[in-house]
């Protein structure tokens, strides 16, 4: 009888192994159905969808799309070679498919190829490289398009938040903004970032700073809308907590506008929305901390 037993446990063994083996490959299957039901796949979907809207602007063109095929491309790709490199069981980024088609979007159709594609690479170089309990610490896309400013003064249309577009064409960017914040549960962020940002440029208006009023008006109001629903909401860089979420957005508006005031009026929006991250990122260490000097307590 106890040998009977003992000869039965390898063989359990190999059958809890076989399981693990098929638990492991299901892991590493890609399910289409259940990444456009999540919120990345409607994120995606929609930011698809206003893009291809935005190719009606006829000087988009040929150019636009090309460039967008090498973004997304580009992201896939390269997230592919670091999960594999690194001997991670998903290949396929989702996170890096709605990054390039974010800085696809927003680099203008005139931009050489080649510069896209470096700006993908930065962006996803700056995510896998500075990172809190594996979740990026700054916004891929803006670091992204930030550094490829900086490098090669690279033009922004944001030709996916339709600011190209005839001025009714906004209703889409806003209706398809609230279906993405409406799943992720970030509507105080983005009220709290467009209330400020308005406030602030309109305040700046009144007093009589010079090209104040801009920042209201086409393309920048669009920029910002498209900022606020796909970008600033984004949930490993931004807080989930409501009180936290309404200091962050009116945290990034003000910076902005300081942006646009004293730096740049083509990355001001970029460089307020990583400047939030950064105090995200401080807030979740100091929390840490805290937690870690109460647990010794």
């Given at each position: 009888m106890e040998s009977s037993a003992l000869n039965r446990v390898p063989h359990q063994i190999q059958v809890k192994r076989s399981d693990l083996r098929k638990s492991k490959k299901r892991k590493q299957g890609f399910s289409f159905q259940k990444f456009i039901k999540?919120?990345?796949?409607?994120?995606?979907?929609i930011i698809l969808l206003l893009t291809m809207i935005g190719t009606a602007y006829p000087n988009n063109g040929r150019a636009g799309?090309?460039?967008?095929i090498a973004a997304v491309l580009t992201a896939v790709f390269f997230d592919f070679i670091i999960a594999y490199l690194l001997h991670r069981p998903k290949l396929f980024s989702d996170g890096a498919l709605?990054?390039?088609?974010?800085?696809?979007?927003?680099?203008?159709?005139?931009?050489?190829?080649?510069?896209?594609?470096?700006?993908?690479?930065?962006?996803?170089?700056?995510?896998h490289l500075f990172k809190d309990k594996?979740?990026?610490?700054?916004?891929?896309?803006?670091?992204?398009?930030?550094?490829?400013?900086?490098?090669f003064s690279t033009e922004e249309s944001w030709w996916s938040a339709l600011s190209m577009l005839?001025?009714?064409a906004t209703i889409l960017l806003i209706a398809g903004g609230f279906v993405v914040v409406n799943r992720i549960n970030k509507f105080p962020l983005v009220f709290a970032f467009m209330a400020a940002y308005i406030i602030f440029f309109a305040a700046a208006g009144l007093l009589g700073v010079t090209e104040a009023g801009n920042a209201l008006r086409m393309p920048y109001i669009n920029a910002a809308l498209?900022?606020?629903?796909?970008?600033?909401?984004?949930p490993p860089t931004s807080p989930s907590r409501a009180g936290e979420q309404i200091f962050f957005?009116?945290?990034?508006?003000?910076?902005?506008?300081?942006?646009?005031?004293?730096?740049?009026?083509?990355?001001?929006?970029?460089?307020?929305?990583?400047?939030?991250?950064?105090?995200?990122?401080?807030?979740?260490?100091?929390?840490?901390?805290?937690?870690?000097?109460?647990?010794?307590?």
């Open positions: 999540s919120p990345k796949g409607i994120v995606f979907v799309v090309t460039n967008l709605i990054t390039g088609l974010i800085i696809g979007g927003i680099l203008g159709p005139a931009v050489p190829w080649a510069q896209v594609m470096v700006t993908v690479i930065a962006a996803l170089s700056v995510k594996r979740k990026p610490i700054l916004n891929p896309a803006a670091i992204g398009l930030l550094v490829s400013s900086l490098l005839p001025a009714w498209f900022l606020s629903f796909f970008m600033l909401t984004d957005g009116i945290l990034a508006a003000l910076c902005a506008g300081c942006a646009y005031l004293y730096l740049s009026k083509v990355t001001f929006m970029l460089i307020g929305l990583l400047l939030a991250n950064a105090w995200k990122y401080l807030q979740a260490r100091s929390r840490s901390a805290q937690r870690a000097t109460m647990g010794r307590g």
